[in-house]
Structures are given as structure tokens and as C-alpha cells.
């Protein structure tokens, strides 16, 4: 069963030029340890000072997949590059860094 998950973050808006570079060529090994983490269709939109993701989970255990993605080295080192340029959101619950966002209608 596929799950869908948006969140929201803030970028700093003095970093957004560093932020958008970063986009511009992921490393692979992040994109692969995204993709056995059972994501897909993973995208970020920004609004604002806002960045709005939405990615597909198609795995049986979230909260493992993205463990086993917060233990891999190569995307340690990523969120060291991106971690700087965002901070969370005001609505963002103690300790959350992206906030997750409702879903509150669904046309397929």
C-alpha cells in the first residue's frame, strides 16, 4: 500500500541561492538510498520562504526506512549541506525538524 507524505520547512531566505545550487545535482548515493528506503515521486516545491515536499512511501515500515536513511553516511553528509539553509516552521512540533502537512483532499 502506498502512503503519501508532505511536509514543510522553512528555507532561510539568505540561503535559498545555496539551497537551489545544492538541488541542482543531489549526490547519487542519496538518491539511492532514498529509493531502497521505498520513496518515490519525491519532489520539493518552495512558496515563499516555504518549501513544500510530497514523496510516495511504497515500503511496510516508514519509521525504519527512514532510520536506516539517518544512519547512511552519504546522506548524513547531505543533510550537513542542507541542514544550514532551513529551519522549521513555526507549526512544527518540538524536536520536528519538516513539519508534516494534512492531507485534506485527494483526487486520482
Known sequence: MM???AQVIR???DRLAEYRQLHRAVP??????????NITNYSIHLLGDRLFS?????GDDLEADLAAMAA?????????LTDPCQEPVPEARPGEWWAPAEQIFLME
Open 3 to 5: 502512503r503519501r507524505v
Open 11 to 13: 528555507v532561510k531566505p
Open 28 to 37: 547519487e548515493p542519496v538518491l539511492d538510498r532514498l529509493r531502497r528506503s
Open 54 to 58: 510530497y514523496f510516495e512511501y511504497h
Open 72 to 80: 547512511d553516511e552519504a546522506t548524513r553528509h547531505w543533510w550537513r
